[in-house]
C-alpha cells in the first residue's frame, strides 16, 4: 500500500535558522504530494503542494520539489521565524480515480528566539 | 476554499457515554471525511460520508461505534459511542472533491476519563 515517511521530531532550531524536513513516499504509481501544517490548538491547514514530477510547491517562504528519482517531497525554509512552530505533516493522494489523503506522522518543530 | 467549522472545540467525558461532534461547512460539499488523529499520532481516516447515502468505513471502525450522519450537503455528525480512555483524540472533519485541496475544520479535543 502507500505510506509515508517523515523526520523524526522535535525539531528544534533558533530564529533565522535553516530548516529541512525529511519526506519520502511508497506509492503505486504517481501521487499528488502536500505539506499540511498544524499550529498549536488548530486544524490542520494545507500549507503546499505539487501534482507531479518536478513541481515545487511553495508558500510563506516555505518550498518543497517533488522528486520522483528519490520518491521524496522534503520540506525547506531559508529563515524559521517563532510563529513558525507547530506540527507539519507530509501527505500522497493518489491521481487516479477517488483516493484519501495519507498522511505521514507528523514532525514537530520548535524555534526559539 | 472551504471554511469549516466544528462544535464542540473540546470536551471532556466519562466513559460508557457518548458524545456527537457537528461539522458545519460555509459551501455545499458531496464528499465529507472524518479522521481521528490520537495523542502523538497521524491522522487516520474513519469514514468517508456522502450526503445521501450510507457512510463508508475504513477498517477497524464500525458504525456501530462511530455513527455518522449526513443531513445535507453542508452539515455531517460524528457520534463516538460508549466511550473509554482510548478514544481520547482530536476528531477532524474535512471535505474535498477526488484530485482537489482537502480542507480541515479546526478540530474536536476529546479527553475520556
Known amino acids: 500500500g502507500n505510506s509515508v515517511t517523515q523526520m523524526e521530531g522535535p525539531v528544534t532550531l533558533s530564529e533565522e535558522a535553516f530548516l529541512t524536513i525529511n519526506c519520502t513516499y511508497t506509492?503505486?504509481?504517481?501521487?499528488?504530494l502536500f505539506w499540511y501544517v498544524q499550529y498549536p490548538g488548530e486544524g490542520l491547514q494545507l500549507l503546499l503542494k505539487?501534482?507531479?514530477?518536478?513541481d515545487k510547491g511553495s508558500n510563506k517562504g516555505f518550498e518543497a520539489t517533488y522528486r520522483k528519482e528519490t520518491t521524496s517531497f522534503h520540506l525547506e525554509k531559508g529563515s524559521v521565524q517563532v510563529s513558525d512552530s507547530a506540527v507539519y505533516f507530509c501527505?500522497?493522494?493518489?491521481?487516479?480515480?477517488?483516493?484519501?489523503?495519507?498522511f505521514g506522522k507528523g514532525t514537530m518543530l520548535l524555534v526559539s528566539p | 476554499s472551504a471554511v469549516i467549522s466544528q462544535k464542540p472545540s473540546r470536551d471532556i467525558c466519562q466513559r460508557g457515554t457518548s458524545l456527537t461532534i457537528q461539522c458545519q461547512v460555509d459551501?455545499?460539499?458531496?464528499?465529507m471525511f472524518w479522521y481521528r488523529q490520537q495523542p502523538g499520532q497521524s491522522l487516520t481516516l474513519i469514514a468517508t460520508?456522502?450526503?445521501?447515502?450510507?457512510?463508508?468505513?475504513e477498517s477497524g471502525f464500525v458504525i456501530d461505534k462511530f455513527p455518522i450522519s449526513r443531513p445535507n450537503l453542508t452539515f455531517s455528525t460524528l457520534t463516538v459511542s460508549n466511550m473509554s480512555p482510548e478514544d481520547s483524540s482530536i476528531y477532524l472533519c474535512?471535505?474535498?472533491?477526488?484530485?482537489?485541496?482537502?480542507?480541515f475544520g479546526p478540530g474536536t479535543r476529546l479527553l475520556v476519563l
Open positions: 474535512s471535505v474535498g472533491l477526488p484530485q482537489e485541496t482537502q480542507y
Open positions: 506509492a503505486t504509481g504517481y501521487p499528488s
Open positions: 505539487a501534482t507531479k514530477a518536478d
Open positions: 501527505a500522497l493522494r493518489m491521481n487516479s480515480g477517488y483516493s484519501t489523503l495519507t
Open positions: 459551501s455545499q460539499v458531496t464528499m
Open positions: 460520508a456522502n450526503q445521501g447515502s450510507e457512510a463508508t468505513y
